[in-house]
């Protein structure tokens, strides 16, 4: 069964530094995407990166960086230079690349309070 | 600006009583999807519609019905048949059959009492 495991209920970090929110994920799928959503207390579901089974690199967006280790099924997120406005709940999500069933699967979401 | 709109923002009802929760997009997006919340928990997919005229059931799809007459409209209606319907509602768009992220709107919060 495909499943995404974030283990960290909640995460403290100071600003300006870095930190990284881990992701585990369970797929017999041999090909799957892997996203990260950021969730402000607004509510809005904000995609912050992707990143594809088979891309060779690991993804980066400003910021923010994808840690892809395929063989430990790990998708971890990090977020360099830590800002205050980073204060949110970030979900890990998934999805299959083919086949008939490509829903998204979600895990149940890291906060993170970042401290000035 | 293109994206995805949900109204209202907040949204109370009496026990009983249906309610359609909006979303319109304007991203040219073929498919739409609908999300419930629930404190402390991810996202459970309510129904999904990848082309108009077509939807399909997600994993939590009793108790609620959609339509998808227009491409840029996916209105969720909340039944009586729906035990716990109090909970926070996401729409969603995304090219359709694009391995890319879905895009988000600002959610809908329904209280039921």
């Known amino acids: 069964a495909q499943k995404i495991t974030q283990t960290q209920p909640g995460m403290f970090v100071q600003e300006k530094e870095a930190v990284t929110l881990d992701c585990t994920y369970d797929?017999?799928?041999?090909?799957?995407?892997l996203f990260w959503y950021k969730q402000p207390s607004s509510g809005e579901m904000i995609f912050l990166i992707y990143?594809?089974?088979?891309d060779q690199q690991n993804a980066t967006e400003g910021r923010y960086s994808l840690n892809f280790q395929k063989a430990r099924k790990s998708a971890n997120l990090v977020i360099s230079a830590s800002q205050l406005g980073d204060s949110a709940m970030y979900f890990c999500?998934?999805?299959?690349?083919?086949?008939?069933?490509?829903?998204?699967?979600w895990g149940l979401g890291t906060s993170l309070a970042v401290n000035p | 600006d293109g994206g995805i709109t949900q109204s209202p923002k907040y949204l109370f009802r009496k026990e009983g009583q249906n309610v359609t929760l909006s979303c319109e997009q304007n991203?040219?997006?073929?498919?739409m999807y609908w999300y419930r919340q629930d404190p402390g928990q991810g996202l459970r997919l309510i129904y999904y519609?990848?082309?108009?005229?077509?939807?399909q059931k997600g994993d939590i799809a009793e108790g609620y019905s959609v339509s998808r007459e227009k491409k840029e409209s996916f209105p969720l209606t909340v039944t009586s048949a729906q035990k716990n319907p109090t909970a926070f509602y996401l729409c969603?768009?995304?090219?359709?059959?694009?391995?890319?992220?879905?895009?988000f709107g600002p959610g809908t919060r329904l209280t039921v009492t």
């Open positions: 969603a768009s995304s090219i359709r059959d694009s391995p890319y992220e879905q895009y």
């Open positions: 991203l040219n997006h073929d498919a």
């Open positions: 519609s990848q082309i108009v005229n077509d939807f």
């Open positions: 797929t017999s799928d041999p090909s799957y995407g």
């Open positions: 990143q594809g089974s088979y």
């Open positions: 999500a998934m999805r299959p690349l083919a086949g008939n069933n490509r829903k998204l699967i």
